[in-house]
């Protein structure tokens, strides 16, 4: 017979939370969207959401559905080896935890001339090819 598991209490946050914060995190930055604009929009302030992304408060499954409709994507995104997306896409993804990825991605958004979005698209295209090389 197995030992006992320790208690724990069960508003106390797991991995598994802390992993569902960080891809509501990722996923939320890759759309250009705010703390301040998810929240709103879910019914929390961006505290709550911080706490979310953090892992330091549970995420409920409805308010989960709701965050995963905003972000055009499905629950199972959210979810620990279940997020559905190709290593490709995983990769791309990736960039986002650097300190200056939200900022790059806030500044494109405010773009709203779209001729003026593709010649930025290109100096950044040809920046990463260029220090590709070196």
């Known amino acids: 017979m197995a030992p006992p598991l320790p208690a724990r209490n069960a508003k106390q946050t797991t991995t598994a939370d802390h992993s569902i914060g960080t891809r509501i995190a990722e996923l939320r930055v890759a759309k250009g969207m705010s703390q301040a604009t998810l929240g709103q929009a879910i019914g929390v302030s961006f505290q709550q959401v911080q706490k979310y992304e953090r892992g330091l408060n549970r995420v409920g499954a409805a308010r989960l559905q709701s965050i995963a409709t905003l972000l055009s994507v499905p629950v199972s995104a959210f979810l620990p080896e279940q997020a559905g997306l190709t290593r490709a896409e995983e990769s791309h993804l990736g960039f986002l935890k650097a300190p200056e ?6 500044a494109f958004s405010s773009i709203t001339d779209e001729q003026l979005r593709r010649d930025v698209l290109a100096i ?8 590709a090389r070196n």
């Open 101 to 106: 990825a939200l900022e790059l991605v806030q």
């Open 124 to 131: 950044v295209k040809t920046a990463a090819r260029l220090h």
